[in-house]
């Protein structure tokens, strides 16, 4: 199967090229030519896999032929080797906990089989040199993807995050690595961070110096296995033999590629009636969809730090798949909150129905209780668990937290982080300096 550029669909590439690469050459997202309809016997029988099975069946049709069968078994298998349960609070709302994986936000899913894929290609190519991934961060991304790829022989993980935007716990699951994974702190926004990465891979000179590919969810090779939990939520209210009703599925957004998955698994065959994107004051989705402009603007920081981007990255895809606004706001219903309203929402869910929510996780909880229709089954992706903000979370209810042993095992450690001012000439001159040196073999 090939892939083009949502810019121009004559540039077209291999499954290959599109994950090695990330972007094509004129800046466009890769998307796959078409996307193939899920024999209705599939959806019947999902409720009998197991997390695995599921993942490799979806990942084989979505792929087609394009990674041998025995391969994409074994990435797949190894990627989702952590539960994603779908929770009922007492409140009787549907929660699907996708933070259970390495560094506990949902992120892992896309990363590690990202990782594991790339490794497969790299291991095809002896004469490549080492590969370089860059990855911008808010917090969450940064540590999936250096987890997902540490100590992997012949790779390179830079994360670049913005200074004084990221906890320290946050921070740790990424800059106290160390081997093949290099921290920057950015003296910026994450807006910046994401700018240096794209200048990164329009700079001719850089890409024939390195081989440079992007771990953020630009890349194809994390929106494909996130399609996966939303077949697995549908399968386990299957299981359970409870009335699915018409399902809708709300998706904390920021650079919506967690969305994005969520329409190309419905053009799949996933039975969701629609999907509902909720921001933070961030809310550049939001604006468009009440008013069909599309336009970005400076970051603003939150207590929802995953959710702080100011120029969605994936908005491109989405228009590639419903096309025409008035069809996007026929699949996609959009909320915005701010801070005090995600504060409310914490303390009301704990305090009512016992059940902790991160703040990520809590706008989409919160706009659950208010979109939701009669006749409706609303699902909400949980994407992070609330001890990677524990400092904030035990001000917002004023209890302590113990942290899960994933978060743990970093939190004492020594960080190395190497301070750079914002500026392309800076970062390109790092990466040319430290490349060399870096990767593990």
């Known amino acids: 199967m090939f892939y083009h550029s949502i810019n121009n669909h004559q540039h077209t590439a291999s499954l290959e090229k599109a994950v090695t690469t990330g972007l094509a050459p004129d800046g466009g997202l890769y998307m796959p030519d078409s996307l193939p309809r899920l024999p209705k016997a599939f959806l019947r029988n999902m409720s009998a896999m197991s997390l695995q099975e599921l993942a490799y069946a979806v990942a084989s049709f979505a792929l087609k032929d394009d990674v041998p069968a025995d391969v994409l078994h074994d990435i797949v298998f190894d990627a989702f080797n952590f539960d994603i349960p779908l929770v009922k609070t007492v409140g009787g709302h549907y929660v699907l906990e996708l933070f259970h994986g390495p560094t506990m936000a949902f992120k892992d899913v896309g990363t590690r089989f990202m990782a594991r894929l790339l490794n497969y290609y790299r291991t095809r190519h002896p004469e490549w040199s080492t590969l370089n991934v860059l990855v911008p961060t808010s917090g969450d991304t940064g540590s999936a993807v250096a987890n997902s790829f540490w100590r992997m022989p012949g790779v390179n993980v830079y994360v670049l995050y913005p200074r004084g935007a990221v906890n320290k716990i946050q921070k740790s699951?990424?800059?106290?690595?160390?081997?093949?994974?290099?921290?920057?702190?950015?003296?910026?926004?994450?807006?910046?961070?994401?700018?240096l990465v794209e200048d990164a891979f329009m700079d001719a000179e850089l890409n024939e110096a390195m081989r440079l590919t992007s771990a953020m969810s630009i890349n194809y090779a994390r929106i494909v296995p996130q399609m996966v939990y939303y077949f697995w939520a549908y399968a386990q209210l299957a299981s359970r033999h409870e009335d699915k009703g018409k399902l809708v599925f709300y998706v904390p957004c920021s650079n919506l590629g967690n969305?994005?998955?969520?329409?190309?698994?419905?053009?799949?065959?996933?039975?969701?009636?629609?999907?509902?994107?909720?921001?933070?004051?961030?809310?550049?989705?939001y604006n468009y969809v009440k008013t069909g402009v599309f336009t970005p603007k400076p970051t603003q920081y939150s207590i929802a730090p995953a959710l702080d981007a100011g120029c969605p990255n994936n908005f491109g895809r989405i228009e590639a798949l419903l096309g025409s606004h008035e069809n996007i706001c026929r699949h996609i219903h959009a909320y915005s909150y701010d801070d005090n309203q995600i504060i409310d929402t914490i303390r009301q869910t704990y305090h009512d129905e016992g059940y902790l929510l991160d703040p990520h996780t809590a706008v989409a909880y919160r706009a659950l209780g208010e979109d939701l229709q009669p006749g409706e089954t609303g699902i909400v992706l949980a994407t992070a668990h609330p001890a990677k903000l524990k400092t904030l979370m035990e001000r917002i209810i004023d209890e302590s937290l113990i942290l899960p042993a994933q978060l743990a095992r970093f939190a004492s450690s020594d960080l190395h982080v190497i301070k750079m001012p914002n500026g392309f000439t800076a970062f390109k001159r790092?990466?040319?300096?430290?490349?060399?040196?870096?990767?593990?073999?």
């Open 173 to 195: 699951q990424f800059a106290a690595l160390g081997g093949n994974v290099m921290a920057i702190e950015v003296n910026g926004s994450f807006d910046d961070c994401k700018q």
């Open 259 to 285: 969305l994005t998955s969520g329409l190309m698994a419905q053009a799949m065959g996933l039975p969701a009636r629609r999907f509902v994107s909720v921001e933070n004051q961030n809310n550049i989705f």
């Open 430 to 441: 790092l990466l040319l300096e430290n490349a060399p040196h870096m990767a593990v073999v």
